[in-house]
């Protein structure tokens, strides 16, 4: 015989020692027996229920973690695959390399430079090759929209969407200077 004890949605299958002491509270003599026996009860119930409300805390905790390390591994993923395509750019059929190879060979560097400056919680852009052998990364999955273009030159253009229009960055973007603080606090809201 098992008992089952439900709390907050949640059932906790009590041992069997807990039905060994319903057991003995159900032959007791007298009312003070009945009370020991209860208050026994009571306190390892209250213990099962800790134990098992605590087991529960701890593997919902774990679980997070390992669905925060799944998003992050994700996330890794996407990254590592954005840094693929950006580097397969050289591959692009149909781009003529004789006159803008050069461009893009710099661009290149710029823009992997710009991804690994990215703050871990922003979404991974999109990445276009325009024909001129420049590289723009694109925000276009969320509510903010935003784009930052790299010709080969250390230093890029960014902008983000706002009042209905793209709006420049108000800062001088060099690879060197790290992610642009006005882009991140656009894209933190």
Known sequence: MSSTIAQFGVRFEAPPVIDFVAEKFAYAAS?????????????????????????????????????????????????????????????APGFDYAEDGDQLTAAIPEALAFLSALPSDFEIPNALLSLDGSITLEWNQTERRAAATFEGDDDFGYAYYKDGRFVPGALPASIKSGFPADLRAYMEK
Not at 33 to 46: F, G, H, P, V
Not at 68 to 91: C, K, P, Q, V, Y
């Open 31 to 91: 009312a003070a027996e009945r009370l020991i026996i209860r208050r026994a009860y009571d306190r390892r119930l209250t213990a099962d229920i800790q134990f098992s409300a605590d087991t529960l805390l701890t593997d919902s905790a774990e679980s997070s973690r390992v669905m925060l390390e799944a998003e992050r591994a994700d996330r890794d993923g996407r990254l590592l695959e954005l840094e693929r395509l950006i580097l397969n750019f050289l591959n």
